[in-house]
């Protein structure tokens, strides 16, 4: 997976990227080595807004953009917030997949044959 943080109004260090990619991992694990992710990072300016830093995340799977966004008092938290509210999407995705995939696999088997049966005799 691709990773690429991004700063509005504001550079990103070192040890922001290298959290970026270390709280993603998870999500890095569960996806395609072709799938991208862009994580934006942003301090809004309103001194009445307690939670002013704001992460979001995009990432980009086939066929499928899933999309993150958190806000807190750090930095590093609302990173924290938003991997962890990606990786819940992304395991729903995949759930998603899976069924629908088996669902097809179990129409096109004859019935009455047993889904091992099946791929026994095809070989």
């Not at 290298?18 to 990072?41: M, N, P, T, W, Y």
């Not at 930095?75 to 990786?87: F, G, Q, T």
């Not at 995705?93 to 091992?116: I, Y």
Request: charge should be positive.
């Amino acid at each position: 997976m691709q990773i690429e943080v991004k700063g509005r109004h504001m550079t990103v260090s070192d040890d922001i990227r290298e959290h970026v990619e270390k709280r993603f991992a998870k999500v890095g694990k569960q996806v395609s080595e072709l799938a991208s992710l862009e994580v934006e990072i942003w301090e809004h300016q309103n001194p009445s807004n307690p939670d002013s830093y704001v992460a979001e995340a995009t990432l980009r799977v086939k066929g499928t953009t899933l999309r993150a966004s958190d806000s807190s008092r750090d930095m590093v938290h609302s990173i924290n917030l938003c991997a962890d509210e990606l990786a819940v999407q992304v395991k729903r995705h995949r759930d998603k997949r899976r069924k629908r995939r088996e669902s097809r696999a179990a129409a096109t088997q004859p019935p009455g044959m047993a889904p091992s049966e099946g791929i026994s005799a095809a070989m």
